[in-house]
């Protein structure tokens, strides 16, 4: 009965797969949903669409933004024009950057959405030696949560250039943020340099004023660049804390060298200061080594003479007479 009921669904299948013309989408888009938890009344919301186009020939794409967020959403080109259409090149993909502004007078709510884009391929110029000429559309769904309550939530990773820094080089700290609240934010570090206990240098390096503060759900990295004009050869403590309105949101710390040679900072017992010598200095003369020892390794498992006494030999086969 299985057996009958499995051949009927195949026929079925086939009997679709013949009988109904196939249309090739021409269309595509690389995105994932925009989804917005905690979004501020007045807010704005900076995102793009990958667009893909499979055709052999330049096509045209309508954009529309559908639902509840459909009057939020503006489309711009490369100039930062408002758009309502793009031509994309034949195939190959084109990035369309959008602005949703959520309005002053929006309530407290979720409120969903989509951003489509239309190809028409029996419209226009478009039309001519297409094989489809079905109306396409694909949609990237979005999701917004409106509050009146200020998130500033964010976290921060601090790297420095290096760890072993010769003589009179400037020590720079690579301090990255992501801003996953819903207001801008202008981050400072507050910096402390150390040795044996005592406490060498401490001071606070604002938000840099050239930049920009940091949007909701953007990223950035700022360098702090500290001289070490004044340091003596030797082993150095870096403690830090990320302040934001003059409390403290995130702190880290790490050790540092000036001046040592490159034995001398690899007898150092931590371990991030080992890593940043062999990133900086041997890890190159690392990685040969360590194929040359596994190539000589093999060479000599593969060709060694094996001892004759530990030989396995055939076993002759028993006399059953």
């Known amino acids: 009965m299985y057996t009958n009921a499995f051949k009927k669904l195949v026929i079925t299948a086939l009997t679709i797969i013949i009988f109904i013309p196939s249309t090739a989408l021409a269309i595509g888009m690389m995105s994932q949903p925009?989804?917005?938890?905690?979004?501020?009344?007045?807010?704005?919301?900076?995102?793009?669409?990958?667009?893909?186009?499979?055709?052999?020939?330049?096509?045209?794409?309508?954009?529309?933004?559908?639902?509840?967020?459909?009057?939020w959403v503006t489309f711009y080109n490369a100039k930062g024009e408002s758009i309502s259409n793009v031509q994309m090149p034949a195939k190959g993909n084109f990035n369309v950057p959008l602005i949703i502004k959520i309005p002053e007078d929006t309530p407290n709510g979720t409120y969903n959405g989509s951003l489509t884009i239309f190809y028409n391929p029996g419209v226009g110029e478009a039309a001519e030696g297409s094989s489809n000429t079905v109306m396409q559309q694909v949609s990237r769904e979005v999701f917004i949560t409106v509050t009146d309550k200020e998130n500033t939530d964010f976290t921060a990773s601090i790297t420095p250039q290096t760890y072993v820094l010769e003589k009179e080089t400037d020590l720079k700290i690579n301090a990255a943020y992501t801003n996953n609240g819903n207001v801008e934010i202008k981050p400072d570090l507050e910096l402390k340099i150390s040795q044996d206990g005592k406490s060498l240098f401490k001071a606070i390096f604002p938000y840099p004023d050239d930049q920009d503060p940091l949007k909701p759900l953007a990223q950035k990295t700022i360098v702090v660049t500290y001289p070490t004009a004044g340091l003596e050869k030797g082993n150095y403590n870096a403690n830090i804390r990320v302040l934001l309105n003059g409390q403290e949101k995130y702190t880290d710390s790490f050790k540092f060298t000036v001046g040592l040679s490159a034995e001398e900072a690899m007898s150092q017992s931590s371990p991030n200061l080992a890593t940043g010598l062999l990133n900086s200095h041997n890890l190159t003369?690392?990685?040969?080594?360590?194929?040359?020892?596994?190539?000589?390794?093999?060479?000599?498992?593969?060709f060694r003479p094996r001892d004759k006494k530990t030989a396995h030999k055939p076993r002759a086969p028993k006399n059953n007479s």
């Not at 330049?58 to 509840?68: H, K, M, S, T, Y």
Request: net charge negative; no cysteine; hydrophobic share 50%.
């Open 285 to 302: 003369y690392l990685v040969w080594i360590l194929i040359l020892g596994t190539m000589i390794s093999v060479v000599f498992i593969k």
């Open 34 to 71: 925009i989804e917005i938890q905690g979004a501020l009344r007045g807010q704005e919301i900076k995102d793009s669409l990958d667009i893909l186009n499979s055709e052999d020939k330049i096509v045209q794409f309508d954009l529309n933004a559908e639902g509840a967020i459909a009057k």
